[in-house]
């Protein structure tokens, strides 16, 4: 892998088989999808490697994500990210930065949110939720049970 990159980025969904590369389009570089704000960098999935646990959504949700070279140009909208050590913990009480387009209530936002949020005790998280009752050890909680 040549590098890593952060957002915004939307890996966006064109057809129904999620697992076949021609099935998805990456938009790197995009914060609002209601506009074309000129900075969006558009690439086609040439492979698409899920972890080989990946299960659902909430078990590990992760892929590596290959897309034609010469690929992407970083610049003030799209940038590397360094990426933790193999060995790193999470710190009950450390900030976290998370962004997306996930659902605020019953509807979605067009503009890429992001939010700094600490990192709860793992089992304060499970014992809080029904859904988080069962969480992977590769996951992790953030945010306020408030």
């Known amino acids: 892998m040549d590098a890593a990159f952060a957002g915004p980025l939307k890996l ?12 998805y389009v990456v938009i790197a570089g ?15 999935v040439l492979h698409l490697h899920f972890y080989p646990l990946y299960e659902d959504l909430f078990s590990h949700d992760l892929a590596v ?14 940038t590397p990210i360094c990426l933790p ?4 913990e999470y710190q009950t009480g450390r900030k ?7 659902s605020i209530g019953f509807s979605y936002p067009s ?6 949020l600490p990192i709860i ?8 939720s029904r859904i988080y009752s069962s969480m992977s050890r590769s996951a992790f909680c953030a945010g306020y049970l408030q």
Do not use: K, Y
């Open 96 to 102: 976290c930065v998370v962004t997306g387009w996930g």
């Open 111 to 116: 503009r890429l949110q992001a939010a700094v």
């Open 121 to 128: 005790d793992r089992m304060e998280c499970m014992n809080s």
């Open 12 to 23: 966006g969904r064109v057809g129904r088989d999620d697992r076949r590369p021609s099935s």
């Open 85 to 88: 050590p193999r060995d790193f």
């Open 30 to 44: 995009d914060w609002d999808n209601n506009v074309t704000e000129g900075h969006e960098q558009t690439f086609d």
């Open 65 to 78: 994500i290959e897309i034609e070279r010469p690929g992407m140009r970083f610049d003030d909208w799209t």
